[in-house]
């Protein structure tokens, strides 16, 4: 924004201490960082000058592929959008944590019959964002892929069945759940409610994801068999944007299932797959190769699909998120896939 702006800095350096490539997560607590009506004034100058810098910019007929079509101010309110998300993932571990709203028609969500798995036909199918529209680098280009057939569960795997996988395996249970007696409650928010076998399971890790998965004789899609199967999804119909404060039940939204019959694929939760963060074939960094490009390679594992917590204006099936296998205090769960 500075640059795009010819703006200066407004405090100094101060902008390096939000540099998350500069600054790992367990030094960023100890960095001289704003706090409190500092912060809340500092936000408010940036917020002002943003939209000065806003008002007078060309979004048309420019060369700057920043200003085109508004780029740059799309990226600063995904990002901050997703920042809304990674806020959430701490607050959940805040002690009675109570939400300004939650809106009690997510959970009440009527649940559809249906398979236990839906076929995906082998063919040609269209993988990435177009380059029309707003989009990160890392869906990009669009091109075509060859899929051979197979399964995927219909809904998001259910804490039912995760628990029934850790009875039978004695694997370790997703973050935030905790024995009480015979059953487990979750703590998520600082509250402890019975786990409720009917939702999507939450707070898993790849390795639980993949191990779970193999229990169940199936296996992790991979994520171009994840994005041909959440074909004709819709975000409109889907519990995202952070209302419920937690997942609808599993096969939930059965009148918004992708082209396939499969559903939930956006929103609840995020769903891990076996692909490492690549890049597609043809990939050009952009606006700058330290949102992307630095984190290829096999140490990041690719989730699809948005949670409850993600906003709507963010999803899309293109959209690759990425993480750590070793993450579970993300919104993360996993729906499995047999070959055909």
Same mark, same amino acid.
């Given at each position: ?38 912060? !809340? ?17 060309? +979004?048309? @007929?420019?060369? @700057?592929?920043? !200003? ?7 990226? +600063?309110?995904?990002?901050? $959008?997703? $920042? ?18 939650? *809106?009690?028609?997510? /959970? ?60 039978? %395996?004695? /694997? ?15 703590? %998520?928010?600082? $509250?402890?409610?019975? +786990? ?12 639980? &994801? ?30 995202? *944007? $952070? ?18 019959? &499969?559903?939930?694929? +956006? ?74």
């Amino acid at each position: 924004m500075q640059r795009v702006g010819g703006r200066e800095p407004m405090d100094g350096e101060l902008g390096r201490f939000y540099d998350a490539i500069e600054n790992p997560r367990k030094t960023r607590n100890e960095l001289p960082i704003l706090r409190g009506d500092q912060l !809340l004034s500092y936000m408010d100058e940036v917020r002002a000058r943003t939209l000065d810098v806003l008002d007078r910019a060309e +979004l048309s @007929d420019t060369e @700057d592929p920043l !200003l085109r079509d508004g780029f740059i101010y799309e990226m +600063l309110l995904a990002h901050e $959008h997703q $920042h809304n998300e990674t806020m959430l993932q701490l607050l959940q571990m805040v002690d009675g944590y109570v939400p300004v709203r939650v *809106d009690g028609t997510v /959970a009440g969500e009527p649940v559809a019959d249906g398979p236990e798995m839906v076929r995906v036909e082998a063919g040609t199918y269209a993988i990435g964002a177009g380059p029309d529209g707003f989009a990160y680098d890392n869906e990009r280009p669009a091109h075509e892929v060859e899929l051979d057939a197979f399964l995927i569960d219909r809904a998001p795997v259910t804490n039912g069945a995760f628990a029934e996988f850790v009875a039978d %395996t004695g /694997a370790e249970p997703p973050t935030y759940w905790e024995r009480d007696g015979d059953g487990w409650v979750t703590t %998520t928010f600082g $509250h402890r409610r019975a +786990l409720d076998p009917a939702r999507p399971v939450v707070h898993v890790d790849w390795h639980q &994801a993949d191990a779970f998965a193999r229990w169940a004789g199936k296996r992790l899609p991979t994520e171009l068999e994840w994005e041909a199967a959440a074909a004709g999804s819709d975000p409109d119909r889907a519990n995202l *944007d $952070h209302l419920g404060f937690g997942c609808a039940p599993a096969g939930a939204y059965a009148d918004a299932a992708s082209d396939c019959g &499969a559903v939930q694929m +956006l929103g609840d939760v995020w769903e891990w797959t076996s692909s490492d963060f690549t890049a597609y074939e043809g990939f050009e960094a952009f606006p700058y190769p330290e949102y992307s490009e630095v984190f290829f390679g096999d140490a990041h594992k690719v989730l699809r699909g948005g949670a409850w917590a993600t906003r709507r204006d963010v999803i899309r099936t293109s959209f690759r998120n990425w993480d750590l296998p070793e993450r579970s205090q993300i919104f993360s769960g996993l729906r499995c896939v047999r070959d055909s």
